[in-house]
């Protein structure tokens, strides 16, 4: 018997919460994740659904247009495919579905924590990065114990600011709406990052969503933004002043016993190059590594797109889809 394969859209909130029930799953997987990314993208977006006899593999998509022509993508988070199981006939599936939508290629993520990389092709995965992940349920003397000397001194500072620090969420969105772009631009961070106040505004007022703030001498001197699901907890944003810069730790620290609390088992911290990674790594995370897929559907069709926009369809390893390069 052939698998049943169909799309949630953004319209249907609780069928897209009942296909993920009985999955581990991360927030980027969540329909309230998507819904406030589509609040800046608007584009259209759905939860894609494989079923099988009692196996469900899901997979948050979205279309973008491009020349009449549709490609997809994962919308923003750590999301990618993930099941119940496994299935062998799945990629074969899958390859299925999207040529029988017409898309011309795709990248729809993998995720780094629930991983089925080996579900597909290895020429269509690849490597870009690592992310960095606290295990939440090691005992706290050893997660203490595997961070650098410096870290741990600076989570130890969480025990002399546990009076100043800040829950009100209306309080600590003015905060992060106030000084999150310019954070970014002084850090030149990617563009994929400049959301709107609207995606803010709903992500904070999400019951799984749980920002900690440190109030100084005037106000608010740092933020840092946690999102979770029963499976996985993330430290997904973080703003901070000057002087509440050396306080971040201690805030991220604060997260990880809050969501331990909960009985999550792990908190992503995200990747990043070399100096953030360092930051993160000193943690006494563990590295996983951060792949991703790049898939063409329609290859005569997308060979023509590379070379009216002067990319190299053969390309593989750089930006993709190489005709979206630069836009």
């Keep these: 018997m052939a698998g049943k394969q169909y799309g949630i859209p953004l319209e249907a909130a609780q069928k897209w919460r009942e296909a993920l029930h009985g999955i581990a799953h991360t927030f980027g997987h969540t329909w309230e994740n998507c819904y406030a990314m589509n609040l800046t993208t608007g584009l259209k977006t759905y939860l894609y659904c494989f079923e099988k006899e009692n196996i469900r593999m899901v997979c948050p998509i979205s279309e973008r247009e491009f020349n009449g022509y549709v490609d997809i993508v994962k919308p923003f988070g750590f999301s990618g495919f993930v099941g119940n ?55 706290i003397d050893d997660l203490l114990a595997k961070m650098s000397l410096g870290r741990r001194k600076q989570v130890k500072k969480l025990a002399g600011i546990q009076s100043k620090l800040v829950f009100d969420k209306s309080v600590l969105k003015d905060f992060f709406l106030k000084y999150y772009f310019n954070f970014l631009r002084e850090k030149n961070a990617s563009a994929a990052y400049f959301f709107s106040e609207d995606t803010f505004s709903f992500l904070f007022n999400l019951d799984n969503v749980i920002p900690v703030g440190l109030q100084g001498s005037g106000g608010v001197i740092a933020v840092v933004v946690f999102a979770y699901t029963g499976d996985v907890g993330e430290a997904s944003f973080q703003v901070s002043l000057p002087e509440g810069r050396s306080y971040v730790p201690a805030l991220i620290w604060y997260g990880a016993k809050y969501l331990k609390e909960l009985r999550i088992s792990s908190l992503n911290l995200g990747g990043g190059g070399p100096g953030i990674g360092e930051f993160k790594r000193r943690f006494g995370s563990k590295e996983l590594p951060l792949r991703c897929l790049k898939q063409i559907y329609r290859p005569e069709i997308y060979k023509e797109l590379c070379q009216k926009a002067g990319s190299n369809p053969e390309d593989m390893t750089g930006y993709f889809p190489a005709y979206r390069k630069g836009i």
């Design 85 to 139: 199981g496994e299935c062998a006939e799945f990629s074969e599936s899958w390859n299925g579905f999207v040529r029988d939508r017409g898309y011309i290629c795709g990248y729809p993520g993998l995720n780094p924590i629930f991983d089925y990389s080996e579900t597909f092709e290895p020429k269509e995965v690849c490597l870009y990065g690592n992310i960095f992940v606290l295990d939440l349920t090691t005992n």
